[in-house]
């Protein structure tokens, strides 16, 4: 199996991450990717873009070198209520938003918390994927995660990232998680989170534990373009009934 698009993918904009948007497409290109999405952390990340850098992204190209480009954002989630750093007449310009717990943006939480505040950023019209939800700093009860997902037609992501350094001790979460991705037929989009070039399209470790818990291809969205377009348009026609 071979994915073809990768989403999740920091430039230097966001301020801890390492590679211009060009060097990543170059990246993207020797690598055989097919569509790469630029998703910078939301404005309340430490030294991360401001608004402005979002409301801008309508200058870049929607293809280049080849590569069909997003644009998107990894907002951070920053309360119980599942409320985003970013607003919503940001998140409409978007390709796609994906949206996250971080801690440094996060207030930290019990379960029941954390669980609500992922849960309820799922229901914000715009965002599409949840993204690291293995992340052992904030633990969820995964079942209801999963369930909202599938209620809302929405992704997860597994996170390649988080089995190679990122995010100490996630690797039994995410286990857990492929596993009840796999039982229950949920869909998942598997991200790099990449800082540097080298990483862009990296996505073995998540990937052999995704096979190895049975999730199937047609489970991963990112696993072929016609999957990922059905995805993404669907997506589109959810946000423009709700606008
Ligand atoms: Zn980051
Ligand atoms: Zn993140």
Same mark, same amino acid.
Request: with cysteine; glycine share 8%.
């Given at each position: ?21 060009? %060097? ?37 190209? %929607? ?7 997003? &644009?998107?954002? *990894? ?12 607003? *919503? ?34 229901? =914000?019209?715009?965002?599409? !994927?949840? !993204? ?15 369930? #909202? #997902?599938?209620?809302?037609?929405? !992704? ?11 995010? &100490?001790?996630?690797?039994? =979460? ?8 796999? %039982?229950?037929?949920? @869909? ?19 990937? &052999?534990?995704?096979?190895? #818990?049975?999730?199937?291809?047609? @489970?991963?969205? =990112?696993?072929?373009? *016609? ?5 993404? *348009? &669907?997506?589109?026609? @959810? ?5």
């Amino acid at each position: 199996m071979k994915l073809i698009a990768d989403l999740h993918i920091h430039t230097i904009a966001s301020g801890h991450a390492y590679s211009t948007l060009e %060097e990543i497409l170059a990246a993207a290109a020797a690598k055989g990717l097919k569509i790469i999405g630029t998703a910078d952390h939301g404005p309340s990340m430490p030294g991360g873009p401001d608004l402005y850098h979002f409301g801008n992204l309508r200058v870049l190209p %929607e293809e280049w070198r080849g590569i069909r480009l997003l &644009k998107g954002v *990894e907002a951070n989630i920053v309360d119980y209520a599942g409320n985003l750093d970013m607003p *919503e007449t940001y998140l409409k310009k978007l390709d796609y938003a994906m949206a996250g717990i971080h801690a440094i943006c996060y207030p930290g939480g019990t379960v029941e918390q954390n669980t609500r505040a992922m849960v309820r950023a799922m229901e =914000n019209p715009y965002v599409d !994927v949840i !993204v690291h939800p293995g992340n052992p700093e904030f633990p969820i009860e995964a079942e209801r995660v999963l369930a #909202a #997902a599938r209620r809302l037609e929405k !992704v997860i992501e597994i996170n390649n990232s988080s089995l190679c350094g990122s995010r &100490k001790g996630s690797f039994a =979460n995410c286990n857990r998680i492929a596993h009840l991705v796999a %039982e229950t037929g949920a @869909q998942i989009i598997i991200g790099s989170d990449a800082h540097f070039s080298a990483d862009v399209g990296r996505f073995d470790d998540a990937l &052999k534990m995704c096979q190895a #818990a049975g999730v199937k291809e047609e @489970q991963i969205i =990112n696993s072929s373009e *016609e999957r990922f377009w059905a995805y993404l *348009e &669907k997506r589109c026609k @959810q946000k423009s009934l709700s606008s």
